[in-house]
């Protein structure tokens, strides 16, 4: 079709002419993300939708896998028919997900058995005292490269935002720095290795 647009002001009018050619969209195909598959029962999941088509309608569906008469939670005044809910899960384990998406060609689902793994909360550790000089500025690890200001709070996570894989059989380095070396200090590392929420 053709488009034309005429402006009009003191001076007079003059005008434009476009062609455009107007799509049906495809049939949409189900898809969807989540910014964090394994979190803790304190953690906000964020899903949002991967598909390629436009989409007029979509329904989520998050239940645990063994369990399905129980749900995660919607939060931040998200629910079932957002584009890009986000949830809260007060118990451990699998829960699986289904979206439901159509327009005005059709419609797609998808179901995803165990795509949120919910684990337990890490322990959180005490701390008596806070000194500058035996707290931690930089974390690396793989491609972990974290810098924090050195004993400004006596515990930080930052799991929901940091992440790297570690090979079976292979070997790395782990490197945790301070900026400052007035008291001899001894470091331990304890790894989560299967994701259960428990520190090996």
């Known amino acids: 079709m053709k488009i034309t647009l005429i402006a009009y002001n003191c001076g007079g009018y003059d005008t434009i002419t ?3 050619t107007v799509f049906s969209p495809n049939k949409p195909k189900a898809s969807f993300t989540v910014d964090n ?5 304190v953690d906000v999941v964020t899903f949002a939708l991967n598909a390629k088509a436009c989409v007029n309608n979509v329904r989520w ?7 399905p008469l ?5 939060i931040n005044g998200t629910n ?8 809260t899960f007060g118990d451990t ?10 327009n005005d060609n059709g419609k797609d689902s998808i179901k995803t058995s165990c795509a949120i793994n ?3 909360i890490y322990c959180i550790p005490s701390v008596a005292s806070l000194i500058q000089d035996i707290g931690i ?4 690890l793989n491609t972990i490269n974290n810098t924090s200001t050195q004993s400004k709070q006596d515990y930080s996570n930052y799991t929901p935002s940091m992440s790297t894989t570690l090979e079976i059989g292979q070997s790395y380095k782990l490197s945790i720095s301070r900026t400052s070396n007035a008291n001899a200090v001894t470091r331990t590392a304890w790894i989560d290795w299967n994701e259960n929420g428990k520190l090996d």
């Open 18 to 20: 476009k062609q455009v």
């Open 37 to 41: 598959p394994n979190p803790t029962t």
């Open 61 to 67: 569906k998050v239940y645990k896998t063994y369990n």
């Open 70 to 74: 129980y749900n995660g939670t919607f």
């Open 80 to 87: 079932k028919f957002s584009f890009s809910p986000q949830m």
């Open 93 to 102: 384990g699998c829960y699986t997900v289904e979206l439901y998406m159509d």
């Open 118 to 120: 919910v684990k337990n």
């Open 137 to 140: 500025s930089n974390v690396t």
